[in-house]
């Protein structure tokens, strides 16, 4: 599906591999990561399980800038992006499970290891994804919610898919960076998500080192 670079580390006596989905220079646009060739990539190097992180807005008044979200559901508004490996191009039609998307067990580990670094978190939510790279309008923030989404992103699906059709255990951490549009006292910018990113990121980090040598595999 393409090149992918992978970084490798230690954590402990357990390999790690980091995929930066923007790139390292931030310059690939949600609408066009290549999603098949991250997840592909990792599991060609043996990746077991996959935390992703994602910067969302909140559609609840209790998420607030700052708090994290472990989903545990998400709906799809993504157009444009290929969203399976199932394509059919080997003559075979295959279906897979996704009644529960996130990987539980994993959810349950990362709970009290984001608390103890006195992160606020939610232990349950709904995703939605939408295609990017705009932001979404009142109206359509306003029928999200309708629909139980909790918080919107833009780079979430097709990964928790993917993953699942490998064989992989998926599991996310959403920071909150803003109230969604309609819900924020004014329009959204870049500059405000980075800032809220900025303030919780010593604190992530700690977390995610803590939960790459801790964590068990699923």
């Known amino acids: 599906y393409g090149a992918v670079e992978l970084q490798h580390g230690q954590a402990g006596t357990r390999e790690v591999c980091l995929v930066r989905r923007h790139g390292a220079a931030h310059d690939i646009p949600p609408h066009r990561i290549n999603y098949r060739a991250n997840l592909r990539a990792l599991r060609i190097v043996g990746c077991r399980v996959v935390i992703a992180t994602n910067a969302v807005g909140s559609l609840r008044p209790v998420m607030r800038p700052g708090d994290l979200v472990l989903p545990d559901q998400f709906l799809d508004c993504t157009k ?88 992989i255990c998926y599991a996310t951490i959403c920071l909150v960076t803003n109230f969604a549009a309609g819900i924020s006292h004014g329009p959204i910018t870049s500059e405000e998500i980075e800032e809220i990113a900025s303030q919780r990121r010593a604190a992530l980090d700690g977390a995610l080192r803590e939960i790459a040598l801790t964590v068990e595999d699923a």
């Not at 006195?118 to 232990?123: F, N």
């Open 80 to 167: 444009a992006r290929p969203t399976t490996f199932f394509d059919g191009d080997d003559g075979r039609v295959r279906h897979v499970d996704v009644t529960e998307p996130y990987c539980n067990s994993q959810r349950n580990q990362l709970f009290p290891v984001l608390e103890r670094h006195g992160l606020t978190v939610h232990p349950a939510g709904t995703y939605i994804c939408t295609e990017g790279p705009r932001f979404e309008t009142p109206a359509e923030i306003r029928a999200y919610a309708a629909w139980g989404a909790d918080v919107v992103g833009m780079t979430g699906v097709p990964e928790v898919v993917l993953a699942r059709e490998l064989g």
